[in-house]
């Protein structure tokens, strides 16, 4: 299984980015498809995920900014972030797992990460 996260880059406050993470090896339809972040010096923070059937959750700092969606005809995941804040800064890493959640230990595979810098 790979995932390949990319979309990363330096963005001014306010600004905005895509992120996507093309997936092989797996049968993608069937999985949750998750976003993480993690800044230096912190704990891996969940993001976003989206079900198989396309049910969504996030973390309550993202909403309203943020959207995850996906395509499963091109095994790809992605994550639209729309007034990014400085304290968005992390980087950013896509798994699939089972199930809506926001642990990380429920999700079975990892992609390498994407750094995501934001600006003052």
């Known amino acids: 299984v790979q995932l390949q996260a990319s979309g990363g880059g330096l963005v001014q406050a306010g600004g905005s980015l895509r992120l996507s993470c093309a997936a092989s090896?797996?049968?993608?339809?069937?999985?949750?498809m998750g976003w993480f972040r993690q800044a230096p010096g912190k704990e891996r923070e969940f993001v976003a995920a989206?079900?198989?059937?396309?049910?969504?959750r996030y973390v309550d700092s993202v909403k309203g900014r943020f959207t995850i969606s996906r395509d499963n005809t091109q095994n790809t995941v992605y994550l639209r972030m729309n007034s990014l804040k400085p304290e968005d800064t992390a980087v950013y890493y896509c798994?699939?797992?089972?199930?809506?959640?926001?642990?990380?230990?429920?999700?079975?595979?990892w992609g390498q990460g994407t750094q995501v810098t934001v600006s003052s």
């Open positions: 090896g797996l049968t993608f339809r069937s999985y949750t």
């Open positions: 989206i079900s198989w059937t396309d049910s969504t």
């Open positions: 798994a699939a797992g089972t199930g809506l959640r926001a642990w990380a230990g429920e999700y079975d595979y």
